[in-house]
C-alpha cells in the first residue's frame, strides 16, 4: 500500500494517524512524504518497504536520527527525488498522468539511481528532459485545522506546503482536524478560502485535537522541540524503537499527550520563530 | 574603531554574490548567507525579494532570532506551496547554501556519505531541493571550514546539484540555467571564472595564502595574484547590528575569531 503523508518535517504532521498505524499490524508500506518523525517513526518500526523522499528532517534538528539509522542499515528501499520533483510526481498522479517532463533532475546522480528514464520533446527544440513518474497514493493522510463531517476542510496558517496535492493524487484521503464542525458554513464561513481542496476527496475525518504534535500546527501551536529532542535522543538508547515507542505512540492518543502535559500543553506551544 | 570579526568579513563578501539588479528571490539558508541577503537588500540590491524565513515576504529583512517586540511587516506571500512556481522553476531566484561536499566542477552534495545508495554509509539530509535549483537559478555557496573533506579530490559521493562537469551533460539536455557565482570560505572568496569554469580563488582573507587554500582544498585552484578580500565599513557593520540583533554571527566560528588585517 503507497500512503502519502501531508505536512513538511515537523510542521503540520498528521502524526496522531501515523501513530495509530504504528499501533496497528499495518506494514509493507511505501510511504511518500516530505519527511519528518512522521519518516523516522514508521523505519523504525519496520513498517516501511519503500521510502518517496526529498529530504527527512526535523528542521532545528537537521538530521532525522531514526531515518538516518534505517538508511544505515540499509533496510528501506528508496526513491530520492528533489522537491520540486516530488511535487511535480503528484500533480502528474492528481491529473492521472504516467509521468510530467522536467529538467530538474538532469546532472545529478537522481536519475540513474531512481531508475528515472528520459523523453524527448517532439517540437522543434527536441529537448531532453526527465519524465518524473506519477506519484500514485492509495491513500494521503492529512491534518488540518477544521473539518465538518462532510469532508469540508479548512486549513490556516501561513502555508499549507503540498497537502492538496497529496488529497489530489491519492485513491481516498483521510484527515484528522483540530476541531470537527456539524456544518463548516455556519461556523466558519468566513474562512471558506482555507478549503483548498474538495470534499468530493475526502473520504473520511476525525477529529484529534492536538493530533499534530510533536510537529507544529499553526495557528494553533508550534512544534514541541523539547519532544523532538527526546524523540531523537531516544535513538542512541540501547533499548532500541520499542522503548521508544511507549513514550512517542502509547497504547492510545489519549496516553500519548498525558505523557507531554495533555491537550493544554500542546494548545500553548509557541509558534516557531524562523 | 571595532574590530571586525571572520563572521562579519564573510556576511559582506556573502552580500557582494547577492549583488544583483534583477527582482529576484534571496534564499540564504543558514545565519551567515541570511544576514548577506539582508545586507544585500538593504545597501545595492534593493530589488531582492525575501521571505520572513517561513512564508511571508517582507520588504524590510527580518531580523535572525528571537523576534521579542518586533514584528515583521509582510507585504506579500510566498509559501513552499508557491515557490517552484514563484521562484524556483522561473529561475527568479538566488540560493546561498552549505553543502557537505563540494567538487572541482561545483557539483555539491548533501545526501550521503560513502556506501551504496541501497545503504550509504552516511545518511544526510537528501537532496532536498538541490537538483532543481542548480539547473534553474544562480546559487553560491558559504562553507564555514575550507578543507579537503567538503572541497573533495575527484567527484562529490552523490551528485545532489548539477555543475559544470562536461560528463554529466545529458545530450540534448538544457543546462542553460546552471549559474555558481561563488564560494566564502572562512579562508577565501572563490568564483568559477577559472578556464571551463573552473575554481579559482578570486579574493584572499587578511593573513591567508594562496598556499594555505590549496592545501585545505583536494583538488587545483586556479588563482591570479587575488586581492585581499574587502572589509565592511562602520555603516555596514552597524546594519548587520541591525540584521543580527543577538549577534548569532559570533557562534557560526569556533572562538568567533577576528579577520586579522587592519581593516578600514
New interface residues.
Given amino acids: 500500500m503507497t500512503l502519502g503523508i501531508g505536512g513538511?518535517g515537523p510542521r503540520r504532521k498528521p502524526m496522531a494517524l501515523v501513530r495509530e498505524i504504528l499501533r496497528s499490524d499495518l506494514t509493507d508500506l511505501t510511504i511518500a512524504a516530505y519527511?519528518g518523525a512522521d519518516v523516522g517513526m514508521l523505519c523504525a518500526a519496520g513498517r516501511v518497504r519503500k521510502l518517496i523522499?526529498?529530504?527527512?528532517?526535523l528542521d532545528a534538528i537537521?538530521?532525522e536520527p531514526w531515518?538516518?539509522q534505517a538508511?544505515?542499515?540499509?533496510l528501506i528501499?528508496?526513491l530520492?527525488?528533489?522537491?520540486?520533483?516530488f511535487?511535480w510526481g503528484l500533480k502528474a498522479a492528481a491529473y492521472r498522468l504516467p509521468f510530467l517532463p522536467t529538467?530538474?533532475?538532469?546532472?545529478?546522480?537522481?536519475a540513474r539511481?531512481g531508475g528515472l528514464k528520459?523523453v524527448?520533446s517532439p517540437y522543434a527544440d527536441?529537448?531532453?528532459?526527465i519524465a518524473m513518474p506519477a506519484i500514485r497514493l492509495d491513500a494521503a493522510l492529512l491534518h488540518v485545522n477544521r473539518c465538518d463531517w462532510r469532508g469540508n476542510v479548512q486549513l490556516l496558517g501561513?502555508?499549507?506546503?503540498?497537502d492538496?496535492w497529496f488529497a489530489r493524487a491519492a485513491d481516498a484521503c483521510f484527515v484528522s482536524c483540530e476541531e470537527l464542525v456539524d456544518k463548516i458554513e455556519c461556523h466558519y464561513p468566513e474562512d471558506a478560502r482555507g478549503n483548498i481542496f474538495e470534499r468530493s476527496l475526502v473520504q473520511g475525518v476525525v477529529e484529534i485535537p492536538g493530533g499534530a504534535h510533536p510537529s507544529s500546527m499553526p495557528p494553533a501551536y508550534g512544534w514541541d522541540m523539547r519532544a523532538l529532542k527526546d524523540y531523537a535522543e531516544a535513538a542512541r538508547d540501547p533499548g532500541g524503537w520499542a522503548s521508544a515507542a511507549a513514550r512517542f505512540v502509547g497504547p492510545d492518543e489519549q496516553s500519548y499527550l498525558a505523557g507531554f502535559g495533555g491537550q493544554e500543553a500542546v494548545a500553548s506551544l509557541p509558534l516557531p520563530?524562523? | 574603531m571595532r574590530q571586525v570579526s571572520l563572521a562579519e568579513l564573510c556576511i559582506f563578501a556573502c552580500s557582494e554574490l547577492f549583488r544583483t539588479d534583477r527582482e529576484i528571490v534571496a534564499s540564504g539558508i543558514g545565519p551567515i548567507p541570511r544576514i548577506a541577503a539582508g545586507l544585500a537588500k538593504l545597501t545595492h540590491s534593493p530589488g531582492l525579494l525575501m521571505t520572513d524565513g517561513e512564508a511571508f515576504l517582507v520588504e524590510e529583512p527580518t531580523p535572525i532570532g528571537p523576534r521579542g517586540d518586533y514584528r515583521i511587516q509582510a507585504s506579500g506571500h510566498l509559501p513552499f506551496s508557491r515557490f517552484f512556481d514563484a521562484a524556483v522553476w522561473s529561475g527568479r531566484r538566488h540560493a546561498m547554501v552549505t553543502p557537505t561536499q563540494i567538487d572541482r566542477f561545483g557539483q555539491t552534495n548533501l545526501s550521503a556519505l560513502g556506501g551504496t545508495h541501497a545503504r550509504p554509509k552516511v545518511q544526510m539530509l537528501g537532496v532536498r531541493g538541490f537538483p532543481g535549483n542548480s539547473v534553474y537559478h544562480p546559487n553560491s555557496m558559504f562553507i564555514p571550514q575550507h578543507s579537503p573533506r567538503v572541497f573533495v579530490a575527484g567527484e562529490v559521493d552523490f551528485v545532489s546539484s548539477a555543475g559544470y562537469n562536461p560528463d554529466r551533460r545529458i545530450p540534448g539536455g538544457n543546462f542553460s540555467g546552471v549559474s555558481l557565482l561563488g564560494i566564502v570560505t572562512d579562508l577565501c572568496v572563490m568564483d568559477f571564472g577559472g578556464a571551463d569554469h573552473a575554481i579559482r580563488i578570486a579574493s584572499l582573507h587578511p593573513g591567508v595564502s594562496c598556499d594555505q587554500v590549496r592545501q585545505s582544498t583536494g583538488f587545483p585552484l586556479e588563482a591570479d595574484d587575488p586581492p585581499v578580500t574587502p572589509f565592511p565599513d562602520p555603516h555596514t557593520l552597524s546594519l548587520i547590528d541591525r540584521l543580527d540583533p543577538h549577534n548569532l554571527r559570533s557562534t557560526v566560528f569556533k572562538g568567533n575569531p577576528m579577520a586579522r588585517g587592519t581593516g578600514t
Fill in positions: 513538511w519527511g523522499f526529498a529530504f527527512v528532517s537537521p538530521l531515518f538516518r538508511r544505515e542499515a540499509g528501499e528508496v530520492e527525488v528533489d522537491e520540486g520533483m511535487q529538467r530538474v533532475g538532469l546532472g545529478t546522480d537522481i539511481l528520459y524527448t527536441a529537448e531532453t528532459l501561513p502555508d499549507f506546503y503540498y492538496e520563530v524562523f
